[in-house]
């Protein structure tokens, strides 16, 4: 079974508006935390957020928030106010504390920004 | 900044040539790993390191063969290169600890003619 889970294989926005990219997760551990990285074309893979299972906010950087819902295993990057330059693939991944050696990384979603 | 670095970033190669993808990290870290993207598609962990002497296959099965000789240096081998090997290949490093982010170099674009 997959461990992370990005339902949206692409997705297209408008610029300016607001994205919220899906990621939902399963593990048995209650130590883990939760990642996100962008990949634009040039194929280089750009840390962007992380939320630890046990922070009770939500994760916060810059235009990059992270919408935590641990019942649900949930982990939803949302993008504030996209620009052109947010186009690129978005990967979720988690990394479980009994298992620390190994990420496990989402299947990506592609995200399109339109002027 | 994260200081992980490979060479070369591209590479075209005749089938049947033997190369190595370079990998080093100034970081002192000492878990490495592989990773295998074809363009636009998911990322496949190929091989991985938790310390100098130490490499485990990943979950993707691959030809290619890894050393770790030293904590910094993490070359990926492929003895006898074909089409099928063309692909992006990314290599990352990390802290141990489950709060701690992969740092991945810039990719090698590897075809194969």
């Known amino acids: 079974a997959q461990k992370i889970t990005q339902t949206q294989p692409g997705m297209f926005v408008q610029e300016k508006e607001a994205v919220t990219l899906d990621c939902t997760y399963d593990?048995?551990?209650?130590?883990?935390?939760l990642f996100w990285y962008k990949q634009p074309s040039s194929g280089e893979m750009i840390f962007l957020i992380y939320?630890?299972?046990?922070?009770?906010q939500n994760a916060t950087e810059g235009r990059y928030s992270l919408n935590f819902q641990k019942a649900r295993k949930s982990a939803n990057l949302v993008i504030s106010a996209s620009q052109l330059g947010d186009s690129a693939m978005y990967f979720c991944?988690?990394?479980?504390?009994?298992?620390?050696?190994?990420?496990?990384f989402g299947k990506g979603t592609r995200l399109h920004i339109l002027p | 900044e994260a200081d992980i670095y490979q060479t070369p970033r591209y590479l075209v190669i005749g089938t049947g040539k033997k190369i190595t993808l370079e990998c080093s990290q100034t970081?002192?870290?000492?878990?490495m790993y592989w990773y295998q993207q074809d363009p636009g598609m998911e990322l496949h962990l190929i091989h991985y390191?938790?310390?100098?002497?130490?490499?485990e296959k990943g979950d993707l099965s691959s030809e290619s063969t890894v050393s770790r000789i030293r904590t910094e240096h993490f070359p990926l081998t492929l003895e006898s290169a074909r089409p099928s090997h063309t692909s992006q290949y990314l290599c990352?490093?990390?802290?141990?600890?489950?709060?701690?982010?992969?740092?991945f170099g810039p990719g090698t674009r590897l075809t194969v003619l």
């Open positions: 990352a490093s990390t802290e141990g600890g489950w709060d701690n982010e992969q740092f």
């Open positions: 970081m002192g870290h000492d878990k």
């Open positions: 939320q630890g299972s046990y922070d009770e």
């Open positions: 390191s938790y310390g100098v002497n130490s490499t």
């Open positions: 991944a988690m990394r479980e504390m009994n298992r620390d050696d190994k990420i496990i």
């Open positions: 593990t048995s551990d209650q130590s883990y935390g």
